[in-house]
């Protein structure tokens, strides 16, 4: 049975919310995954200092029917000493949605504010379960802003239009 529930960040941040919008999650699941621990079991011997971790994060959004999208959350950590890469998780996580009521410009901030939150808590569960069982501490990730996210993206892409050719 698919979860209900009513758009939320999203639709305050295209400025509605008297309109009636649901958003169904109708499927979750891993698209993509890779872990790769290179270096092991050199990385795995105690005493190793610190690695430096870089996380990068990624959603996409497209339509695969009437009202029904599929996004997809993209996580990557690169965990690295020094002298080694420690290991490199890979995650493409998805999900299909069916979105009814929302006008055009209230869709593209549902699908990449509301859509990603309810997907993260589960992909943040396989990076810390595939990091864990690759022998290393579960990594758990910060919790992640995405209209803040969604803002600045959308800021950037304003910016890089604007200073495209001119004629």
């Known amino acids: 049975m698919a979860d ?15 309109q009636q919008v649901t958003l169904n999650v109708l ?15 050199k990385t795995l011997q105690p005493g190793k200092t610190q690695p430096r ?5 990624n959603v996409q959004a497209s339509g695969v029917g009437e009202d029904l999208y599929e996004v997809v959350l993209s996580l990557e950590a ?4 020094d ?3 420690v290991y490199n998780i890979e995650l493409l996580y998805g999900g299909m949605f069916r979105v009814k009521g929302a006008s055009q410009e209230m869709l593209q901030p549902i699908l ?9 808590p589960f992909a943040r569960r396989v990076m810390a379960d595939v990091s864990r ?21 959308l800021e950037n892409a304003q910016k890089e239009a604007g200073s495209g050719p001119k004629n």
């Open 133 to 153: 069982d690759g022998g290393f501490p579960p990594l758990l990730l910060d919790p992640i802003d995405f209209r803040t996210l969604y803002r600045r993206n």
């Open 4 to 18: 209900e529930t009513q758009a939320g960040e999203g639709a305050k941040e295209a400025g509605q919310g008297s």
């Open 112 to 120: 990449f504010i509301d859509c990603p939150a309810l997907l993260f």
């Open 83 to 85: 002298d080694d890469v």
């Open 53 to 57: 971790l870089e996380v990068s994060v």
């Open 27 to 41: 499927a979750q699941y891993i698209k993509d995954m890779s872990f790769e621990s290179p270096n092991a079991p």
């Open 78 to 81: 690169h965990a690295k000493t």
